[in-house]
């Protein structure tokens, strides 16, 4: 091969290398851009899943994000436990209280509900202004016992949390006693997908429903009112009181119901009732002793407290 012809065969190699590197280069720089593309694409889908975790509840969201639940018109017949609670006395302050301020205290309210919700699995439906419905057994199921003990132990920690929502209430200027009325039943329940298939709720109907929120309503204010149907499953966990039976329209026997006290500790009952510790010392609560009513264990336990409160002050 002649140095003529060895010179033009590498001119047509450059040629061709040249056309590669251009070629390279404008892959590399489409590659780039489908990878910034999908980079904001994933932004954006990540930025409307974060939305759409504001409006369902975190069981749904999961099985929705994880293809497990049919996102069709569909429901089953599931025995749940219900859960309706609203603010006693909220109707008449809404008219006295500017709407930032009540909007803002409402939504610390809610806010803290939830999380207390979510803490022990229960299914948030839907807030109706200051009210509540949240249920326990759907979309996820453990056994009745849980569900039901869940769903009491979850509302006396609401109960138990509205003193400092009451606080937080009163340094916005809202000068209402915040109390909250609690209705609990467990039933069959028709629970699903509702609507159509433009637009679906995924909730719960039946007539167990009508009786969670007729004992709401027939709860005294601050109080957990029960039916006999979750008493049975919560028995062994939780103090109760009768408080007599309650009529519901559709029903057609009474309701007996069952006022919450608080759950059962047997270490609590054994120590003193009338002397309460704490980290830095203890506590003498106020006591109203009458001799002829007091029975004599209960005048040893006073005699017990206030020689321990003596021995602390020397």
Excluded at 18 to 27: D, F, G, H, R
Excluded at 92 to 97: K, M, Q, V
Excluded at 175 to 189: D, P, Q
Aim: hydrophobic share 40%; glycine share 6%; net charge negative.
């Amino acid at each position: 091969m002649s140095s003529e012809d060895l010179e033009s065969t590498l001119e047509e190699e450059k040629a061709k290398y040249a056309e590669l590197e251009v070629l390279y280069q404008n892959i590399i720089d489409h590659s780039t851009e489908v990878e910034n593309e999908l980079l904001e694409n994933n932004k954006k889908i990540q930025m409307y899943m974060d939305r759409m975790r504001r409006y369902l509840s975190p069981q749904l969201y999961e099985m929705i994000a994880g293809a497990e639940v049919e996102t069709a018109i569909s429901h089953q017949r599931r025995k749940l436990t219900i859960f309706f609670s609203d603010i006693v006395g909220f109707t008449t302050i809404t008219d006295s209280i500017e709407p930032e301020i009540l909007s803002d205290c409402l939504n610390k309210y809610l806010d803290v509900m939830s999380s207390i919700a979510i803490k022990y699995g229960g299914t948030i439906d839907k807030f109706i202004g200051d009210a509540i419905m949240i249920f326990f057994g759907a979309p996820t199921f453990e056994n009745d016992t849980a569900h039901a003990l869940n769903c009491v132990k979850m509302a006396i920690e609401m109960r138990d949390s509205l003193p400092a929502l009451d606080e937080y209430w009163r340094k916005s200027g809202i000068n209402h006693n915040l109390t909250c009325r609690i209705g609990i039943n467990t039933g069959y329940v028709t629970v699903g997908n509702f609507g159509t298939n433009e637009r679906m709720d995924y909730t719960i109907i039946g007539g167990p429903v009508n009786v969670a929120s007729r004992l709401e309503h027939a709860s005294e204010p601050g109080g957990i009112l029960i039916s006999n149907a979750t008493k049975s499953l919560v028995d062994e966990f939780i103090d109760t009181r009768p408080k007599g039976e309650i009529v519901v329209k559709g029903v057609h026997t009474p309701i007996e119901t069952f006022q919450v006290i608080s759950l059962k500790n047997e270490q609590e009952k054994k120590e003193n009732p009338f002397l309460k510790f704490d980290n830095e010392g203890f506590l003498l609560k106020p006591l109203h002793f009458d001799k002829l009513s007091t029975d004599p264990e209960e005048k040893l336990l006073m005699r017990f407290a206030l020689e321990k409160a003596l021995a602390a002050l020397k």
